[in-house]
């Protein structure tokens, strides 16, 4: 018989591992047709259902892979039947349910007790849900292989998602997993690496192992003698390569390196679909206000408005980043085009309404805070409306358009007509009696004289934040409001906000700031899973 190569194959590249219960229903799949084999001649199934999985026929695969083994005879080589077993629980995971496929991988493992069978059940069992089987399957892995890569980087999982150990444990592991790799020129599992590094907010590894990626895929696709014969079989070279380009964008970005960004700006912006985190991020490092950084906002802005023109989140922090940076006239383009797409959203009003202010424009600012006021009278009082409008009231305060032509209609909304003097300040909470009581502390900041804004955080020992008029009261006074509830300990820094546009900045930041949970939890994306080898003929 003829020889066939040796390979292993790694899936998959992207899927997301799911933090919920999945459903056990099958997803519909139609069967595709193999050419017919004789269950004794198991080299040539094996060839047949290997073609028939890299081609992505995996319905076919579980269907009659599954036929093979049922009729295999003794004298068949078990090497065969454990290739058998684990291409079909693969070929399942990609054609039927979760729990389907995880019944498949269990079988696998237990006919064929390995590094390879442990760490693909451990994988499966972590999107299931069941970390301790999944830790005792990975442990198992070692025990057959103590540098498997794919069972110290499942263990650098389950550190980081264990409150004890994250993140210490979780770095020592993905420490072993990479000497684990040692010299191996597996792009994928390089990748895997630095997708793990940049999660856990680690973008200089996490740029150090996708170079190692990166170059590992330009030897195999050379033809580099010595390579290993590992397909990526998810996404294939073309789309690993794609994510390379983009993921080594956003870790720079990340990595504050500016440097290696403008180098791999080209490269990122080519291809399609580019996270949208990295607009943002690429719009406030890299658009300075300056003609090449004119033209980088043209790019960008045209690049989300092609592949993601519906998404208003996205032009929404892609104009605040713009605003950061320095390039209004951007800024105002995104900015009004979700608050004309959705104009009674209170976030894009008073974002859109700022930008104009900055750029002159106060009488356009000041008719949209007004009819934000307007309709508090119609809606019910949200947090987030009430922040908004008291936000507005506050604007239009400082508009210099103040005392013109719609003075009247200001006046008839506003208490205060003297032009305020806004200042931030912040308390650390301690002795908090009920942390279900955030939202009511936020409440009683916010009704005391003089305060235009306040936020609370839902943290384990929040810093509140408030915007007061100075004019009106005093930071010691507001804090006292909530003696009742907790221990408010005022702290040194404030800011002057002279104007409408930092008034806005300075909330929004604060109300918008990443959440810090005590214990974060981390949205890994799926493990690798293997192939065994494909048994060599002589």
């Known amino acids: 018989m003829s020889r066939v190569i040796s390979r292993q194959i790694l899936l998959p590249f992207g899927s997301l591992t799911f933090l919920f219960f999945l459903s056990p229903l099958l997803l519909a799949a139609r069967a595709e047709q ?26 076919a695969v579980v269907k009659q892979g599954g036929d093979v083994l049922a009729g295999i005879k003794a004298d068949v080589p078990r090497a065969d039947a454990d290739y058998l077993r684990v291409l079909v629980s693969l070929a399942a995971f990609k054609s039927q349910s979760l729990l389907t496929s995880a019944a498949l991988f ?68 993905l ?20 997708d793990h590094y940049l999660l856990l907010k680690e973008p200089v590894a996490a740029l150090s192992a996708y170079a190692r990626a990166e170059k590992c895929l330009t030897a195999k696709s050379a033809g580099a003698a010595g390579t290993k014969a590992i397909d990526n079989q998810t996404t294939g070279d073309a789309d690993l390569e794609k994510h390379l380009k983009q993921a080594i964008f956003r870790a720079a970005l990340l990595a504050g390196n500016d440097a290696l960004a403008g ?16 607009y943002s991020l690429c719009a406030s490092r890299l658009c300075r206000p300056d003609a090449a950084g004119d033209r980088l906002a043209r790019r960008l802005y045209d690049k989300a408005l092609a592949e993601n023109g519906h998404d208003n989140d996205l032009f929404y922090a892609l104009g605040r980043a713009f605003g950061e940076a320095g390039q209004d006239n951007f800024a105002r383009l995104c900015l009004d085009r979700v608050h004309e797409r959705e104009p009674e959203d209170s976030k894009f009003a008073l974002a859109c309404a700022a930008q104009l202010a900055r750029g002159g424009h106060g ?27 008291a936000l507005a ?20 909304t506003l208490a205060q007509p003297e032009r305020p003097n806004f200042k931030t300040a912040f308390a650390a909470l301690s002795a ?7 939202l009511t502390m936020q409440y009683t900041l916010h009704d005391q004289p003089g305060v235009a804004f ?85």
């Open 432 to 438: 908090i009696k009920c942390h279900c009581r955030l």
């Open 263 to 278: 180098e791999r700006l080209d490269a990122a912006l080519a291809t399609s679909n580019l996270p949208l985190e990295a």
């Open 454 to 538: 306040s936020y609370i955080p839902d943290d384990k020992e929040p810093v509140a934040f408030i915007i007061y008029d100075g004019k009106a009261t005093e930071p010691l006074k507001v804090w006292r409001s909530l003696k009742d509830e907790a221990k408010a300990i005022p702290l040194g820094r404030s800011e002057n906000l002279g104007d409408f546009y930092h008034l806005v900045k300075a909330a929004l930041d604060y109300a918008e700031a990443p959440y810090r949970p005590e214990h974060p939890y981390y949205l890994f994306n799926t493990l690798p899973l293997r192939t065994l080898p494909l048994p060599k003929r002589g």
């Open 393 to 412: 009231r506050a604007g239009l305060r400082l508009l210099p358009q103040y005392q013109k032509d719609w003075a009247a209609a200001l006046k008839s």
């Open 175 to 194: 420490a072993r997993a990479a000497a684990a790799l040692g010299l191996d020129e597996s792009a994928p599992l390089w990748s895997a690496l630095a």
């Open 106 to 173: 269990r079988q696998a493992y237990e006919a064929c007790p390995g590094a390879v069978t442990a760490a693909n059940y451990g994988a499966v069992e972590m999107l299931v849900g069941d970390r301790q089987l999944a830790r005792t399957l990975f442990n198992k892995a070692l025990d057959y292989a103590p540098s498997d890569f794919c069972a110290h980087l499942g263990l650098a999982e389950l550190a980081a998602l264990e409150p004890k150990s994250a993140p210490a444990g979780a770095d020592v592991e």
């Open 34 to 59: 193999l050419p017919a084999t004789a269950p004794s001649d198991s080299a040539s199934s094996l060839n047949s259902l290997s073609a028939a999985y890299e081609q992505k026929h995996f319905a």
């Open 363 to 389: 009488s356009a600012a000041a008719k949209i805070l007004s009819a934000l006021v307007a309709r508090a009278k119609s809606q019910e009082p949200t947090p987030q409306r009430k922040m908004a409008q």
